[in-house]
């Protein structure tokens, strides 16, 4: 079993930046899939990044891409996403998710572990 735990939204002006953190307790993150996504209020949730553990590739949802950079840290077997230049459209809560599966990366149904979320809203 892996618990997930977000941490690092908050309320930024357009043009800011914020880090998000997923930690991982129970099991290790290695060989795993690590997904970020998001859901805004009144829309479904939707594919920002992941990362590979095993193989360190990422993908990026192309609304993303430029701006959000996700990355691992094997000591702290943790899963950041560094947001920058961030845009009001970008305001929704954050989930991270974890399989040990390969899967495609981009689909949510196919996660086998989540987080609470954490709430990141961008004001213009």
């Known amino acids: 079993q892996v618990q997930l735990v977000e941490s690092g939204g908050g309320l930024v002006q357009a043009g800011d930046s914020l880090r998000l953190s997923c930690a991982a307790s129970?099991?290790?993150?290695?060989?795993?899939?690590v997904g970020w996504f998001r859901q805004a209020s009144g829309k479904e949730r939707e594919f920002v990044a992941a990362?590979?553990?095993?193989?360190?590739?990422?993908n990026y949802a192309s609304s993303v891409k430029g701006r959000f950079t996700i990355s691992r840290d094997n000591a702290k077997n943790t899963v950041y996403l560094q947001m920058n230049s961030l845009k009001p459209e970008d305001t929704a809560v954050y989930y991270c998710?974890?399989?040990?599966?390969?899967?495609?990366?981009?689909?949510?149904?196919?996660?086998?572990?989540w987080g609470q979320g954490t709430q990141v809203a961008v004001s213009s």
């Open positions: 998710a974890a399989s040990r599966r390969t899967i495609p990366a981009g689909n949510p149904s196919l996660y086998d572990y």
């Open positions: 129970g099991r290790t993150f290695s060989s795993y899939v």
């Open positions: 990362i590979r553990w095993s193989y360190d590739t990422t």
